[in-house]
Structure formats: C-alpha cells, structure tokens
C-alpha cells in the first residue's frame, strides 16, 4: 500500500502536474490523521471496556461482602433478642419475689456476654486502593461510600467501644461482686443490672436493623447498575 501511494506521487511529480500532488498530498495526510484517530478511538474504547469489566467484577464483589453482612446483622440480632428474652425472666422473677431455684439458671447463659459483630468489608477497602472513581456512577458511588464509612463505622464503634464500657462498667463489676449465680440474682442491684443490659441491647439491635435495611437498599441499587453491564 504504501509503495503503490509512493508510486503515484512520483508519477504526478514526473508529468510536473503539482496543484494535483499538492491536492494529493494534503488527502494523505488526512488519511494518516484519519487512520490515527480511529486508532486512538478503538484504543480508547478497549481500555474503557477494560474498566466496566473491573467495575463490573468489583460490583459483585462487593454485593457479596453485602449478602454476608446481611447474615451477620441477622445472627447478631437473633442472639441478642434471644439475650433480652433470658433476661426478661429474670427480671419478671425477681420482680415478683420469687426466690432463686435451679430452673432459673438457664436464663443466665449469655446475659453478660460482650456484644461482638464482624462486618465484612474486604471489597470496599480494594475499591479505595484501586481507586474509587472506578466506579462510574456518582450516585451508587456515594450511597458505598456512606454505608461503609458513614453506617458501618459508627455500629462498629457502637459495639466496640459503647458495649465494651457498659461490659467494663457494669457486667465485670457484678461478677468480680458477686462470683456464684444465685448471689446475683439475690442482690438488690442486680435487677438495675439486668434492666440496663435489656436496654442496651434494645438500642444495638435498633441501629443494626437500620444498617441492615440500608445494605439491602444498596444491594439493590447495586444489581440495578449490574443489569446495565449486561
């Protein structure tokens, strides 16, 4: 191709005919520019396909870590709720006067158990070190960007630090008190005890029901965008 081009022009030189190798010249160049941009152009759209496809396998990634964390606030609200019901039977005996027997030892099991929650966050935090613009819509980027480091954080310092001064504060000091179970239940303070736990858990499994609704919301907007990549 190139020799046949190089042929013409030497021709058109030959016969001294340069308005028409001028006229020639100036549509080679415009093919050359013509061939580079589509060159540029194709280029661009096999890099640009190459980042969907990241944004793509990161998204689901992420709906993933989701799916776990759903499964997480689930099992943590299912033992606390199961906590609050053991401790609202000793409450209800001790309120009516009911002395301790062995039947009631059952109820104690877990009642001052430090609240522990394992969030799963994996893929977020591969997002921020590849770079979060990655991901093309503004939108879904700042609903990822406010469940994790808005919701996420404050529930982990939640139970953290909240339920490990209330564990510090309240539950240690009655078991260093009072080290055998029917002494608790017999001591007057305890009952206080038993209703600050009752609330405490109350709150955690309230702000965990609102996270939980909040992933599930981005889980959504999540497979939304997926089904635009299909």
């Known amino acids: 191709m190139i020799k046949f081009f190089r042929n013409i022009r030497q021709q058109l030189l030959s016969q001294n005919r340069f308005s028409k190798y001028l006229l020639y010249a100036i549509g080679e160049i415009v093919l050359v520019v013509v061939g580079i941009l589509i060159a540029l152009s194709i280029n661009n759209w096999n890099e640009d396909k190459k980042e969907r496809q990241k944004e793509t396998k990161s998204l689901v990634e992420l709906k993933d870590n989701l799916k776990s964390n759903i499964d997480e606030f689930n099992k943590f609200m299912s033992i606390q709720n199961e906590s609050i019901e053991n401790i609202s039977m000793i409450v209800k005996y001790k309120e009516a006067n009911l002395n301790y027997h062995d039947s009631i030892r059952k109820y104690f099991r877990g009642i001052g158990f430090l609240e522990q929650i394992n969030i799963t966050s ?8 590849n770079g979060l613009d990655l991901i093309s819509s503004d939108a879904l980027r700042l609903e990822i960007i406010e469940l994790y480091d808005v919701h996420y954080n404050h529930f982990d310092r939640l139970i953290q630090n909240v339920g490990l001064a209330l564990f510090s504060g309240h539950v240690l000091p009655i078991r260093n008190k009072y080290y055998l179970i029917n002494e608790r ?30 992933t599930k919301e981005l889980i959504k907007s999540l497979e939304e965008e997926l089904d635009k990549t299909d």
């Open 122 to 129: 994996s893929s977020y935090e591969t997002m921020k070190t």
């Open 185 to 214: 239940y017999e001591s007057e303070e305890f009952l206080y005890f038993l209703k600050d736990r009752i609330s405490w858990k109350k709150d955690a499994i309230e702000y965990c029901e609102v996270i939980s609704q909040r």
